[in-house]
């Protein structure tokens, strides 16, 4: 093997060992990267340097102004400038805009209570609306990164789908996050207040107005979700569905500064709870420096967790370097570093497998969210004169894993007709690989697992079965058992083989 094989291999089995070990879905902190990656969104620059080409108020170059200011400088200047534009010139301004696209707070932008950057990110919007696509088939060759081809790009991320991420952070102002964990964009022209609620999708589930695996929220709503969530996708810095919400200028960024003490409370949880993998960015981007000083509070002088925190940057030499650092020193806001563990690759595809590979959700997100704000409502709400709360019984429920089984409905489905399955899954899929001989968790799903499904139309991995389980909520890891090693050992060396499983435990396609 290449010294770059043996480098997966070992990453690759410590992100299934680290995610195994937290007993918990991984959050996923992501950057502009992944977007100009899979649809060509431009960078923070580039996309400064689109605006100042549309805006005739400004007559210099990109350039001139950007090199003796900082963005967020260049920001603010951009947006007194298109105010400026916006008022001087209210006819040509407003010709420009096609109002079918426009959201339904942006078709009043010059009401007097708006503040004068409205312009600028109105445009900003506009533009990234465009521009990203609204799901994942709108991807086509021309728009993917030129380092990757489209089914690469597919690829890796049908496997970043696979992680089900407990949540995902982003300063990101695109939605192509929804397009990837919420199969689409929709509803792009809701009302302020809609997304204000989590993407204006609490209350129904109807075809116009489907409840999405990842509820979504914008801005400062980070700050006021009272209980905790899974399946989120924070917008951090704002989002194209409020253009309101963008943080841009250095007045955005010094409210964003402000708020910091309420935002990094509610980031502790993830930081000490979830393994953390950061994706597209620098590793002196300034919004990995803060997460990362966020994460850092959470760190004493007896636990560290460092271990848990995976830094993946894109090397499109990757797979012929020399040598391959296992970590990387990050500098932090308040003048510290904090150590984490580096990953480079050319192709994400393998990264994202092995944090999918720890452990999987076998029920939607959007399911488990619900029930857990539901379940708040219901204890914290006042009880109507006649109904009554039967504490002792919530009390059981909350200390008793085989009452909550009972009360939830969780039991083998035909479970009078056929005999329950008796469990006894202990070897994890790197283990398994190893003990046929295989390298890797990777060649095990693709030449033996993909091999089983070959020959049976059956996979064994899609189901609890006696040769593979991934327990209900996704807090126990992938197993494999005895009976399953001894099959792939039998698929491996070309001999007949049956699969066990009684017809009836088969799900339908």
């Known amino acids: 093997m290449t010294d770059f094989e043996v480098y997966k291999q070992d990453v690759a089995r410590d992100i299934e060992q680290t995610v195994t070990r937290a007993n918990s879905q991984p959050v996923i902190f992501a950057g502009t990267g992944l977007s100009m990656r899979y649809f060509g969104a431009p960078s923070w620059d580039g996309l400064l340097e689109r605006l100042v080409e549309q805006c005739e108020a400004l007559e210099d170059e990109y350039g001139y102004y950007r090199q003796t200011r900082d963005p967020t400088e260049t920001g603010q200047l951009l947006a007194k400038k298109y105010a400026e534009w916006a008022w001087g010139d209210y006819s040509e301004y407003d010709e420009e805009d096609d109002e079918s696209h426009l959201s339904n707070w942006e078709e009043d932008l010059f009401n007097h209570e708006n503040r004068r ?28 990164d030129e380092d990757i081809s489209l089914e690469m790009a597919l690829r890796e991320i049908e496997l970043l789908q696979e992680v089900q991420p407990h949540a995902v952070i982003t300063t990101n102002y695109d939605r192509f996050f929804e397009a990837i964990f919420n199969d689409e964009v929709t509803n792009d022209n809701l009302l302020k207040e809609d997304y204000a609620k989590g993407a204006g999708f609490q209350d129904g589930d109807d075809e116009e107005n489907k409840i999405p695996s990842y509820r979504v929220v914008v801005g400062e709503q980070v700050l006021r979700t009272r209980y905790r969530n899974i399946g989120e996708i924070l917008h951090i810095h704002g989002s194209v569905s409020d253009p309101e919400s963008l943080v ?29 993998l950061i994706v597209g960015y620098r590793p002196d981007d300034p919004n990995v420096q803060q997460v990362l000083t966020w994460a850092d509070d959470v760190l004493s002088d007896e636990q560290s967790i460092t271990d848990d925190i995976f830094f993946l940057q894109y090397k499109q030499d ?14 932090l806001d308040d003048g510290g570093h904090l150590r984490v563990k580096s990953i480079v690759a050319s192709n994400f595809d393998w990264v994202f497998e092995a944090f999918a590979e720890g452990g999987e959700l076998e029920v939607d997100p959007r399911y488990l969210r619900n029930l857990l704000a539901q379940t708040y409502e219901v204890v914290t709400s006042q009880a109507p004169a006649d109904e009554v709360v039967d504490v002792e019984r919530l009390e059981d429920i909350a200390t008793d894993e085989d009452e909550l089984r009972t009360v939830l409905g969780i039991s083998p489905e035909d479970a009078e007709q056929i005999p329950p399955i008796e469990f006894d899954h202990t070897t994890p899929p790197l283990e398994a690989a190893e003990e046929i001989g295989l390298d890797s968790f990777q060649e095990l799903n693709r030449e033996i697992i993909t091999q089983i499904e070959d020959d049976t139309t059956v996979d064994i991995k899609s189901f609890n079965n006696r040769y593979h389980i991934a327990l209900s909520g996704g807090t126990n890891p992938r197993r494999y058992s005895d009976e399953a090693i001894e099959l792939f050992k039998k698929v491996k060396q070309g001999e007949e083989y049956s699969l066990d499983i009684p017809e009836g435990r088969i799900p339908d396609e």
């Not at 445009?123 to 088939?137: D, F, G, Q």
């Not at 990757?318 to 500098?331: K, L, N, Q, S």
């Open 117 to 144: 950057d409205i312009f600028l990110k109105s445009k900003i919007a506009e533009h990234l609306r465009e521009k990203a696509p609204k799901s994942v088939n709108e991807l086509d060759e021309e728009t993917v």
């Open 248 to 276: 841009l200028t250095e007045d955005d960024y010094r409210e964003f500064n402000n708020r910091r003490r309420y935002l990094s409370s509610k980031m502790l949880t993830y930081f000490a709870e979830h393994p953390l």
């Open 318 to 331: 990757a797979e012929e370097m020399e040598e391959y650092p296992r970590e990387y020193d990050i500098h």
